[in-house]
């Protein structure tokens, strides 16, 4: 490619990408309302823009590919066949293959793919030939989409080491790793899987390189070329039994000289059941959100493309400025300078806009999250041969997009937890007189200074007397711990690290597989997250967010001479009592406080600060902090007052401190650090 092509290469992959989207979603429309002409046109438009700019771009495959597209596309729209289960299985397979080669230019290399089999079915179709179902035989050839789409182009070196190997008697392995979705700690599982190749060869190459892998820029799979005396049974089986390795496809690598390899892989996915299974996606925005949409998208040409990383300088421009106006502030009270405190009240008015202009640039809807899930579970329905209907609620709540591009994975382990585990089969909702169509709520709403996303399913609900048993077998309580818990406290045992383990899928479902790094992850981004469920009903994860990571208020307290800032938002209210109001139950102070008994937390003991004096103040400042419905009091030596901050991270040093959640710089040039609420309680 020109260097003419070059300068449109960003637009015309975020362009692509969106495209892509729109016809995931649409054909899912389709799926459920096959008559529906006004989402054919959508499909059409979208396979046609994708196919002009291709060839623009001179990427003649997906040119191809989208053309035989427009074909059956066109004959669709016409009426001259239905748009049944098969012909949209076909044109997912093609949704899929485009996203990959997309994805494969993305990655810097030239366009490379074989679509001739894609291709062979769509023209099949558009000349009246029925597309075969999904279920065919079990010998039939796997599909070209399901097939993997070599990435790999050797140089003249890697060529030179594969041939040296041949004539040794060892063989070049083509391998392709796909890791499952909602796998969250990639780079470990990329870690261990070249551990074990390391024992069985030599890896010569990876695609994506091994530095992104290492740094997860990669999606759900990658390709590595290896050298071995081994067999390729053994190096599947070795591979596939790494946790969280999906699939392993492994194709002889024979390289003659002046050749690049061909690999032919042997070991495609399953074909997937689609006999009773369908999956429903409706979206209910709110009106008034609607209607906002509808006439924002009429305008049209009032918005503009910004890089991400300039709108993260620019937020580090206004953290800077607030800390500065903070310091300001400071300067001007001290040496009593009306002039300069009377410009720093109109700096304050002006600074408060324009961080709130800024948040508001960087809040994007959660709906960029949510619009992947319906093909997600509708791909998994069929799968497991359940029917599903999702229901997405308020996509249009926004979030900041730090925020955003941080809870795809959890939402996606809870969704997949829910279908798999929490909902029944169709056979078994019938026996029990239930509809036999689960159904799977996922919504999102603002609440005061924080986004509420939910997760619910009307399955079969969490048996907190398993889970007790589960959890004294796993040895993380004793039998007379479990006794005394309700059954709320017992069901939140599945956020414990180690509970989850491949015996208790029978048992209890599953729920409770990876909810450790959902709890974690969530937490990570000042949120929490908490579950209810009624034994034969069903299931609800409630997910609470920050709106913003960047700039929040804050109460400033001092502990015995060190300044620490609180989350406003994690804060009930402030009290002060006397230290013999301080009670002990079972070996734990406590207050009470309104009539409830709250447990107390002495900050200076949690954070091992070096006591200053010996003398125990006579009044105590306690602030009042909640975690979802539980409280807990803080006891301070000063309040200083509330304060906007803005959060900095503490970087690896002290990263492994859960009680710390960031520092931030005071108006004097001070560093206070930033408590984490909920790792205290």
């Known amino acids: 490619m020109d260097m003419d092509m070059n300068q449109y290469m960003a637009m015309f992959l975020e362009e692509a990408r969106e495209h892509l989207q729109t016809l995931n979603s649409s054909l899912l429309d389709l799926e459920n309302d096959p008559a529906n002409l006004s989402v054919l046109d959508e499909i059409f438009r979208s396979a046609h823009t994708i196919k002009g700019m291709s060839a623009t771009m001179g990427f003649t495959v997906m040119a191809e590919l989208t053309h035989e597209m427009e074909n059956v596309l066109d004959l669709l729209r016409k009426g001259v066949f239905p748009a049944d289960h098969a012909i949209l299985d076909v044109l997912f397979r093609c949704v899929d293959t485009l996203e990959q080669l997309v994805e494969h230019v993305s990655s810097g290399n030239a366009e490379a793919g074989d679509i001739s089999e894609l291709v062979k079915r769509l023209k099949a179709i558009a000349a009246g030939e029925k597309a075969p179902v999904a279920s065919a035989a079990a010998d039939e050839p796997p599909a070209a989409a399901d097939a993997f789409v070599s990435g790999m182009a050797l140089n003249d070196t890697d060529r030179a080491v594969v041939q040296a190997a041949q004539e040794q008697g060892m063989k070049g392995y083509d391998i392709r790793i796909s890791l499952r979705e909602g796998c969250v700690l990639k780079s470990a599982r990329v870690y261990m899987i070249m551990t074990v190749l390391d024992d069985l060869g030599e890896v010569l190459k990876s695609v994506p390189p091994t530095e992104e892998l290492e740094q997860e820029k990669f999606d759900l799979s990658f390709e590595l070329l290896l050298v071995s005396d081994r067999e390729q049974d053994e190096i599947r089986k070795r591979l596939a039994d790494i946790s969280e390795v999906e699939k392993v496809e492994i194709s002889p690598c024979r390289v003659e000289e002046g050749e690049k390899p061909q690999p032919v892989f042997t070991e495609a996915a399953a074909p997937v059941q689609a006999v009773g299974s369908r999956v429903l996606a409706e979206k209910k925005p709110d009106q008034p959100a609607a209607a906002a949409a509808a006439e924002k998208k009429l305008r049209g040409g009032q918005s503009v493309r910004v890089d991400i990383e300039k709108l993260d300088a620019l937020l580090n421009l206004v953290g800077e400025l607030v800390i500065n106006k903070t310091r300001l502030e400071q300067i001007g009270l001290t040496h009593r300078l009306t002039d300069l405190v009377e410009t720093i009240e109109q700096m304050d008015r002006v600074t408060t806009d324009l961080q709130s202009v800024v948040m508001k640039v960087r809040m994007v809807p959660v709906g960029q999250v949510f619009n992947r899930f319906p093909r997600m579970v509708r791909d998994l329905a069929r799968e497991l041969n359940k029917e599903i209907n999702l ?236 975690v979802g419905d539980q409280k807990a009091g803080v006891i301070v030596d000063t309040l200083i007052g509330q304060q906007e901050i803005v959060i900095k991270s503490l970087g690896k040093l002290l990263a492994g401190n859960k009680s710390i959640a960031g520092a931030t710089i005071l108006g004097n040039g001070q560093v206070a650090l930033i408590l984490d609420v909920g790792s205290l309680m």
């Open 391 to 626: 229901v997405i609620e308020g996509e249009e709540t926004e979030l900041d997009r730090t925020v955003i591009d941080e809870i795809g994975d959890p939402l996606v382990h809870l969704l997949r937890n829910s279908i798999d585990h929490g909902i029944e089969s169709t056979e078994v909702r019938k026996a029990r007189g239930k509809n036999p169509i689960g159904e799977v709520r996922l919504t999102a709403a603002h609440e005061g200074n924080n986004v509420v996303i939910e997760v619910t399913d009307d399955g079969k609900g969490i048996d907190p007397d398993v889970i007790r048993r589960k959890a004294v077998e796993k040895g993380l309580i004793t039998a007379q711990e479990a006794e005394k818990m309700d059954a709320n406290e017992a069901v939140r045992l599945v956020f414990l690290p180690g509970f989850s383990t491949a015996e208790v899928l029978t048992d209890i479902s599953g729920r409770g597989v990876g909810m450790d790094v959902v709890k974690t992850k969530i937490e990570s981004l000042g949120g929490m997250v908490d579950v209810e469920t009624k034994l034969g009903f069903g299931s609800k994860f409630k997910i609470r967010l920050p709106l913003t990571l960047a700039i929040i208020q804050a109460l400033l307290v001092k502990v015995m001479g060190e300044t620490y800032a609180i989350p406003l938002g994690s804060i009930d209210s402030t009290i002060s009592l006397q230290a013999g109001d301080i009670k002990t139950v079972q070996n734990k102070e406590v207050i009470l406080l309104r009539g409830q008994i709250i447990p107390i937390v002495r900050l200076a003991r949690e954070l091992n600060v070096p006591q200053t004096t010996k003398e125990q103040p006579e009044e105590l400042f306690v602030v009042i902090v909640h």
